[in-house]
């Protein structure tokens, strides 16, 4: 059973930037594509961001593409989120999840984290 812990998560203004990291505590963090999801509040969870096993193939929503950046560190169990240019919109509870077998932007995700809450101010 992974279990996936985000941190980095807190306030910002508009225009500032963030880094959210999502660890785990298994042996076999390699092997998963993983994603970051957020919850805006009263909305829909949606996939922000997705990458696969070995980081050559990721997938950007289209409200972040070109001001977010995932990353995964193998030897480090982490996950990256890089935030830039943050808007009042990116308000939400972030989120990372993992699988194993190719990426995908639907929530079939067989892990989850607990979320950090991420608060950009205008």
């Known amino acids: 059973q992974e279990q996936l812990v985000e941190s980095g998560g807190g306030l910002a203004q508009a225009g500032d930037s963030l880094r959210l990291s999502c660890t785990t505590s298994?042996?076999?963090?390699?092997?998963?594509?993983m994603a970051w999801f957020r919850q805006p509040p009263g909305k829909e969870r949606e996939c922000v961001a997705a990458?696969?096993?070995?980081?050559?193939?990721?997938y950007y929503g289209k409200s972040v593409k070109g001001r977010f950046t995932i990353s995964k560190d193998n030897a480090q169990n982490t996950l990256f989120l890089q935030m830039s240019s943050l808007k009042p919109d990116d308000t939400a509870v972030y989120y990372c999840?993992?699988?194993?077998?190719?990426?995908?932007?639907?929530?079939?995700?067989?892990?989850w984290g607990r979320g950090t809450q991420v608060t950009v101010s205008s």
């Open positions: 990458i696969s096993w070995n980081g050559d193939d990721t």
């Open positions: 999840a993992a699988r194993l077998g190719s990426w995908t932007a639907t929530d079939e995700y067989d892990y």
């Open positions: 298994g042996r076999t963090f390699r092997s998963y594509a």
